[in-house]
Every structure is written in structure tokens, then in C-alpha cells.
């Protein structure tokens, strides 16, 4: 059952928490934010934890939902597929996905459920890229070294602030992603 109501809570925590950590998220603030009652948080979610428990719910399933999807080869090789990835992230900017995400992990870094719910993302995003890259011939700890190096940069590269248009942007992307993908079977070959 879809309740609107709830998803306007989640959406109003995430981006209290995008904006100043996990302090923000307090009912009074998210009621006085979306125009409503406290009375209407209390219909939808028990405590403040629980909102808390279910943010991180959805951020995790979220997450995972989407690194399953973009890893998906569908029909493409795993070289073609890791390239479509890196692209994927690497020229697209989403400010409040990165802000959740940074969130969320200084929120991981004194609480329990939190870093759980974390390290979960963390653990599917590293194997399903580490599939593409077993799939695309390396072995096994070579697969798994990549994908740690895939994510650094991954996520890394939205954190620096450096030019971010432009030819050269564009260079260091081409070429970053040349490193990642070096030593795999060649663009169109099947997997």
C-alpha cells in the first residue's frame, strides 16, 4: 500500500539530513518544513526513530536497487557495461544524492545501524562491479582490487572541486576511466 503522506516524510528527512546531518532530522522541523502537524508524523512512524530506522531503510534499498540495475549487462559486454557506469557518475552531478550520501556515512561513523546499513551498500555496490570486472577476464583478487579503485574514484571524483566543465574535466574523465578499465577484453567484445 502507497502512502503518500509517509513518502513525504521520507523525502522531508532525506533532505534535512542532505542539509545538515542527522541533528536535523527532528519531527518539529520536518512538521514546520511541510506546512503540517506533528499529528500527522505520529499517524505515519511511532518515534523519531523509527523515521530514522526507515531513512535508512530506504537510502540502503535504494542504493543497492540501483547499483543492481546499472550493473546489469543487459546484452552488453562487462567492459562496455563498467565504461556506461563510470560515465554515468563521473558526468552527472546529483548535489542532495551526494549529500544524503555524506550524510549518512558521518551519521555511520557513532551509530551501529547506520554503519550497517552502509557497509550493505558498500558490499553490493564492490560485487556487483567486481562481477563485471570477473566477467570482462580478471581474476578474482584483481577484480575485487579494481572495484575498490572504481569506487574510490567513483566517489571520490564528485568530492573533489576542481574545474568540472569543460575540456580538461572531460580529459581527466576519459582518461581515469581508460585506467579502469586497462587489461580487459576490448569495447563490444562479448563476456
Not at 546499513?117 to 562491479?129: G, I, Q, S, W
Not at 568540472?164 to 563476456?191: F, I, N, Q, S, W
Amino acid at each position: 500500500m502507497n502512502d503518500s503522506g509517509r513518502d513525504m516524510w521520507i523525502r522531508a528527512g532525506l533532505a534535512a539530513l542532505a542539509a545538515g546531518g542527522i541533528d536535523r532530522v527532528r519531527v518539529e522541523v520536518l512538521a514546520e518544513s511541510l506546512g503540517v502537524t506533528k499529528g500527522g508524523f505520529y499517524r505515519r512512524f511511532r518515534d523519531r526513530q523509527h523515521l530514522l530506522d526507515t531513512l535508512l531503510e530506504t537510502w540502503a534499498t535504494g542504493r543497492i536497487a540501483a547499483i543492481e540495475l546499472q550493473t546489469r549487462p543487459d546484452g552488453q559486454a562487462a567492459r562496455d557495461r563498467l565504461a556506461a557506469v563510470i560515465h554515468l557518475y563521473a558526468e552527472r552531478n546529483n548535489a542532495e544524492a551526494m549529500a544524503i550520501e555524506l550524510a549518512i556515512r558521518q551519521w555511520a561513523r557513532r551509530d551501529a545501524q547506520a554503519a550497517d546499513a552502509v557497509a550493505a551498500v558498500d558490499a553490493a555496490r564492490l560485487k556487483n562491479v567486481e562481477r563485471l570486472y570477473v566477467a570482462a577476464g580478471l581474476g578474482a583478487d584483481d577484480a575485487r582490487a579494481r572495484a575498490f579503485l572504481f569506487y574510490s574514484f567513483v566517489f571520490g571524483q564528485g568530492l573533489i572541486q576542481l574545474e568540472t566543465k569543460g575540456p580538461r574535466h572531460r580529459d581527466r574523465l576519459v582518461e581515469a576511466c581508460a585506467l579502469l578499465l586497462t587489461d580487459l577484453a576490448p569495447l563490444g567484445a562479448t563476456a
